[in-house]
């Protein structure tokens, strides 16, 4: 087990340098650069485009300007295109908002999508099955943008919550109390707009698994000695239908980073999601790049920690 | 013959595959909205494009933001005037048919979808095909097999959302590239499931056998193996559908969208969106044709899945 976890760790420390290389290369040869943004602006002359290339090494080969991303990234020098700021700081204060979407977000989905999933594979074809499952695709097929401005409306209209950043403007004075409580509404919102999706997927999937395992020979075997349906259900079919889930904790990290560009930009979130975005927009190579680096950083950690989790939680398998 | 096959209990999983699939009254109402879409997106493309009826690029400044089956104003040209005598969904901010858009639109929000997943699965058919058939080849140092699953790992380490959103904005917009980026970022499942089940295919005695018999590869790839391994590929790319078409939605949402005067669904939603409370016709039409289509793709492709499942079937 120590020599597979050493073995494979190292492995994924070699595929984030691949995955480095790659990104670096579609970004930087995708056309369009720092110097472009404005091409319009008249007082943008040949020689400030020249200046402006040379400072941001846009004129070396690209190799080499990989090897400065890297050595500025792990110096923690790297400072971004569009307003000089370091970089890494600067993601990690953004990280520090989106956070405690994530956080929210996740705990609604996990709390949510067991009850809602066991019950309907228990009562299979009812009507409590049936419209939840009606729900769900619901829920996954429509536009995430479409659903959250109709909440916002019906939101707004009837119940007088604020929905838009992460503080009302002009509640820095108050009291911490009052301050807390504000944030808190502008938090509730955004994670349930976030969350919802999630629940309809996660629910369909413990519904699923739930019905796999009761279909098993060994469920057959419990109620047929006579268990009552609430052990059998729960001590016998939920364990197993369990197993899969432990994984997906470790395939939620990078769902610290990438998952939130579109409820950010609705909700004027000052997050991680948005940085990304605006970076893009201001071709900001330097955040653009980090940003991935992080995500793909995050996934290989994730699927890491979740075959270590699949080990210990499951005895049949064996890590070699 | 059919009802003798109805009564007795069905030996041939085929068959109880349909019936469970017929019997999903959900799926059903699925496959008649597609065939309906498809009859639309057919309609759009013959009258919008080639044989022009409803054009959907005529703008009448003085018919904007009319509600849907409203009449034209006296000061709409005659030629401009729209088929029916009426808007039928309503005009947007420049006095544009939303009829005629959602019409155009369709074609093009379907074709996003169909092409993106279609790049999607022969990408990862090939790429899986060749890993778990010509796997255990050398090249060099490295074995066929982990070259391209490597790969499939590089790939899959990318934020997809984000890739695409990085890709689509330093790349001029086109729906051909917005088609290309996210075919190109969604096969790796695909080329996974490929693999692990030509790996256990190429064992099976019908392979081995048509191995023994000389066929030459390309006959026992394709007339052998890819049929038996099409058909759950065939019903995850129906749901890859679906999400590819929630894509192009949220990339217009994000401004990265097919530009105008092109009309999808996607741009004519998020383009509405700054007039919810003027004109809510020009957010809810598309939103919810949206809904309904990605619903449909979304039903039959879980219809589908459920009845190829035998696990899953009530006992």
Redesign the interface.
């Known amino acids: 087990m120590g020599s597979y976890l050493i073995r494979n760790f190292l492995q994924r420390c070699v595929?984030?340098i691949?995955?480095s290389m790659?990104?670096h290369a579609?970004?930087l040869l995708?056309?369009?650069e720092p110097s472009e943004v404005d091409p319009s602006n008249p007082r943008m002359k040949p020689e400030d485009i020249a200046k402006i290339r040379a400072a941001f090494h846009l004129d070396d080969p690209l190799h080499v300007q990989y090897v400065y991303w890297m050595r500025d990234m792990v110096s923690g020098e790297l400072t971004s295109f569009k307003d000089g700021q370091p970089v890494l700081p600067k993601i990690w204060s953004r990280f520090l908002n989106s956070l405690p979407l994530f956080v929210c977000a996740t705990l609604i989905v996990w709390t949510l999508s067991f009850p809602v999933g066991i019950r309907a594979a228990v009562t299979?074809?009812s009507l409590y099955d049936r419209s939840t499952?009606?729900i769900a695709?619901?829920l996954?097929?429509?536009?995430?943008?479409?659903l959250s401005?109709l909440f916002i409306?019906w939101i707004v209209e009837g119940f007088n919550v604020p929905v838009i950043g992460m503080a009302t403007f002009g509640m820095q004075d108050a009291h911490w109390l009052y301050r807390g409580m504000d944030q808190l509404w502008h938090l509730v919102i955004p994670s349930v707009m976030s969350a919802l999706a999630g629940v309809a997927i996660l629910s369909r999937y413990v519904r699923?698994q739930m019905?796999?395992v009761i279909?098993q020979d060994y469920i057959r075997t419990a109620r047929a000695k006579g268990l009552d349906p609430d052990s059998v259900i729960y001590r016998h079919a939920l364990r197993n239908a369990l197993l899969p889930f432990v994984t997906m904790f470790g395939l939620m990290l990078?769902g610290l980073?990438?998952g939130s560009?579109?409820i950010e930009?609705i909700f004027a979130w000052p997050g991680i999601g948005r940085l990304?975005?605006d970076a893009?927009?201001a071709?900001d190579f330097p955040v653009?790049l980090t940003?991935?680096f992080i995500?793909?950083a995050l996934?290989?950690a994730g699927t890491f920690l979740s075959d270590i989790l699949y080990a210990v939680v499951d005895p049949r398998i064996r890590l070699q | 013959m059919a009802k003798h096959a109805v009564e007795s209990v069905s030996p041939v999983p085929e068959y109880r595959a349909w019936k469970t699939f017929l019997d999903d009254r959900?799926a059903l109402a699925g496959v008649i909205v597609l065939v309906l879409l498809v009859f639309a997106a057919l309609a759009g493309k013959f009258l919008t494009d080639w044989f022009v009826v409803f054009d959907p690029s005529v703008v009448r400044l003085a018919d904007k933001f009319l509600p849907p089956l409203s009449v034209p104003s006296e000061f709409v040209a005659p030629a401009d005037i729209p088929w029916f005598g009426m808007y039928l969904l309503g005009t947007d901010e420049l006095g544009r048919d939303v009829f005629a858009r959602m019409l155009q639109g369709s074609m093009v929000s379907l074709s996003i979808g169909i092409v993106a997943v279609a790049l999607a699965v022969s990408i990862g058919v090939t790429l899986g095909g060749i890993a778990g058939y010509f796997g255990d080849r050398r090249l060099g140092f490295i074995s066929v097999d982990s070259l391209i699953m490597?790969f499939t790992?590089?790939m899959?380490?990318?934020?997809?959302?984000?890739?695409i959103?990085?890709?689509i904005?330093?790349?001029?917009s086109s729906i051909y590239n917005i088609m290309i980026v996210i075919g190109v970022t969604g096969w790796m499942g695909t080329a996974r499931f490929v693999r692990a089940e030509f790996l256990s295919l190429r064992e099976q005695d019908f392979i081995v056998s048509a191995t023994a018999l000389g066929l030459p590869n390309w006959r026992i790839i394709l007339l052998h193996m890819l049929p038996n391994a099409m058909v759950p590929v065939l019903v995850s790319a129906t749901i890859s559908v679906?999400t590819a078409i929630?894509t192009e939605?949220?990339l217009s949402?994000?401004g990265f969208g097919v530009q105008p005067p092109a009309a999808t669904w996607?741009n004519i939603?998020a383009d509405g969106?700054g007039f919810?409370f003027d004109a809510p016709w020009l957010?809810f039409i598309p939103?919810f044709a949206?809904?309904l289509v990605?619903?449909a793709?979304?039903?039959v492709g879980?219809g589908m899945r459920e009845a190829m499942n035998p696990?899953?079937r009530?006992?």
Not at chain 1, 140 to 146: D, K, L, N, Q, V
Not at chain 2, 156 to 163: A, E, G, M, Q, R
Not at chain 2, 169 to 172: R, T
């Open positions: 595929l984030l691949v995955v790659i990104s579609v970004i995708a056309p369009g299979r074809g499952t009606f695709y619901g996954i097929s429509i536009p995430g943008f479409f401005y409306l699923s019905l796999e279909g990078p980073i990438g560009v579109i930009q990304g975005y893009i927009l071709r653009i940003i991935n995500a793909a996934t290989l | 959900l490597r790992d590089v899959l380490c990318f934020p997809t959302f984000f890739l959103l990085t890709v904005a330093l790349l001029p679906a929630l939605s949220a949402f994000l996607g939603l969106k919810i957010f939103g949206i809904l990605v619903l793709f979304n039903l879980e696990r899953l009530p006992r």
